[in-house]
């Protein structure tokens, strides 16, 4: 007897050969649906995939994807979390507490396409200094980024270590994602 279930949500139908998904059948042959979802384009922009990504999405009844285990970090509220360690970079690490003190947002909107003209627009005008990097809060690749962002000079080393660690954590997120900034 062969085992009747398929991915989470969706059973086996030997008649046919497809999997059903409760609102809807799937082929697996194709990797797609035989028909429309029904909640149409807000189950993403091809409307008859499975859940984009079969492998790291679920789509328990049917209507809406959701990730099948949490691999974000969160900073107890629902946004994802980058984290600044300040036992490794405690020049940027200071600066971001400062600048949030002073007002610049913890929560960000990724943005990596306008980078290049907020990081001349935050940089306009402050002079750069010898051994020393320019620091931008919120950086350059955050919608919230650009003119008014709050400048410090800090060591080339905590300020790349740090973006370069901030740009690896932001990866896995697409443009349009709000993060939330934490210091450890």
Same mark, same amino acid.
């Given at each position: 007897?062969?085992?009747?279930?398929?991915?989470?949500?969706?059973?086996?139908?030997?008649?046919?050969?497809?999997?059903?998904?409760?609102?809807?059948?799937?082929?697996?042959?194709?990797?797609?649906?035989?028909?429309?979802?029904?909640?149409?384009?807000?189950?993403?922009?091809?409307?008859?995939?499975?859940? $984009?990504?079969?492998?790291?999405?679920?789509?328990?009844?049917?209507?809406?994807?959701?990730?099948?285990?949490?691999?974000?970090?969160?900073?107890?509220?629902?946004?994802?979390?980058?984290?600044?360690?300040?036992?490794?970079?405690?020049?940027?690490?200071?600066?971001?507490?400062?600048?949030?003190?002073?007002?610049?947002?913890?929560?960000?909107?990724?943005?990596?396409?306008?980078?290049?003209?907020?990081?001349?627009?935050?940089?306009?005008?402050?002079?750069?200094?010898? $051994?020393?990097?320019?620091?931008?809060?919120?950086?350059?690749?955050?919608?919230?980024?650009?003119?008014?962002?709050?400048?410090?000079?800090?060591?080339?080393?905590?300020?790349?270590?740090?973006?370069?660690?901030?740009?690896?954590?932001?990866?896995?997120?697409?443009?349009?994602?709000?993060?939330?900034?934490?210091?450890?």
């Amino acid at each position: 007897m062969e085992q009747p279930l398929r991915f989470q949500g969706q059973y086996f139908d030997g008649e046919t050969g497809l999997h059903y998904n409760r609102f809807r059948y799937y082929d697996p042959v194709t990797g797609r649906f035989i028909h429309q979802d029904p909640i149409d384009l807000e189950g993403g922009l091809n409307s008859f995939l499975y859940a $984009n990504n079969p492998l790291e999405w679920i789509d328990p009844v049917g209507l809406q994807r959701k990730r099948k285990r949490s691999t974000t970090k969160t900073c107890g509220c629902s946004l994802p979390c980058i984290t600044i360690d300040s036992s490794k970079y405690p020049e940027t690490a200071q600066h971001v507490k400062d600048a949030i003190a002073a007002g610049h947002p913890d929560e960000v909107t990724i943005d990596r396409p306008g980078a290049k003209a907020r990081r001349k627009a935050s940089l306009k005008g402050i002079k750069t200094k010898v $051994n020393k990097d320019r620091d931008e809060y919120p950086p350059a690749m955050f919608k919230e980024g650009g003119t008014g962002a709050d400048v410090k000079h800090i060591d080339p080393c905590d300020n790349r270590g740090a973006g370069s660690c901030m740009g690896h954590q932001c990866k896995k997120y697409p443009d349009g994602t709000k993060v939330k900034i934490k210091v450890k």
